[in-house]
């Protein structure tokens, strides 16, 4: 089997197994793991995996740009808003992340609803605008525009000065070995403030992000509450969550 057409099938078993593990596709394929190791880099490199210790795992499709996001799997994201809308009661401060999961929450939200949100997503304030008994308080920051949301360490400081009933966290890959992961390094460190800054979290999951990764740990999923998604409940990745006792909220 030639290098292109090896890639060609380790991509094909990606796709059907939703994992790759190097030492077992050397020996399947009579090759040296290094052969395979040396695939799965240039693999990902071209954005078709995201490696992790072993082997690799489906790219997550929602490290695209914002409004390529948009597009991206909306009846599942609207199904995910509704059940994570439902988690918020009355009187509630909540912390809610950007992205468009959440920016479908706000959609989500019953318009009499009166609770006090705090996010750092200036596209999800703004869609706040119409909740009339919604207050609403904006973390400031440098914008980082791939997630419309700010970070660094003036967003970073406003958070430290918030106490949350709820935190609803935006991420772009959920998996139990990998985690819950996303694709920029402040990102991540912002959202780990934001979790600690909450009693209970909550993650936003529609299907497409159960069982990829990105290249940075938010945080394990079991540290968090549960995970709200509409994937199938067999899904082998939600098994795994819940036999390491991570709940799986379905949506």
């Known amino acids: 089997m030639l290098p292109a057409e090896r890639r060609d099938y380790l991509l094909a078993r990606l796709h059907a197994d939703g994992k790759i593990v190097a030492k077992d596709m050397a020996a399947e394929l009579g090759v040296a793991e290094d052969n395979i190791r040396r695939d799965l880099r240039e693999m990902a490199t071209a954005g078709l ?6 082997g690799a795992l489906p790219v997550s499709a929602a490290v695209a740009d914002y409004a390529s996001r948009a597009a991206v799997a909306t009846s599942s994201k609207e199904r995910v808003a509704a059940a994570a809308a439902a988690l918020i009661r009355p009187g509630a401060t909540v912390l809610l992340d950007g992205g468009t999961t959440a920016l479908a929450v706000t959609a989500a939200l019953p318009h009499d609803l009166r609770a006090t949100i705090v996010t750092h997503s200036p ?54 070995e990998a985690g819950l992961t996303t694709g920029d390094a402040d990102e991540a460190a912002m959202k780990r ?15 497409e992000k159960i069982g990829a990764a990105s290249p940075f740990v938010v945080l394990p999923a079991t540290e968090v ?19 390491a006792g991570t709940p799986i909220i379905p949506a």
């Open 49 to 54: 995996c995201q490696r992790v210790y072993g």
């Open 193 to 207: 403030i934001l979790a600690a800054r909450a009693a209970d979290v909550y993650v936003l999951a529609s299907s």
């Open 225 to 243: 509450s549960g995970v709200i998604t509409d994937a199938p409940a067999t899904h082998p990745v939600l098994t795994a969550l819940t036999q």
């Open 123 to 176: 596209t999800v304030a703004a869609a706040l605008v119409g909740h009339p008994a919604v207050e609403v308080y904006v973390l400031g920051g440098r914008l980082f525009k791939h997630s419309a949301v700010t970070s660094g360490a003036a967003a970073a400081e406003a958070a430290q000065r918030v106490t949350a009933d709820l935190f609803l966290l935006g991420v772009t890959g959920v998996h139990h």
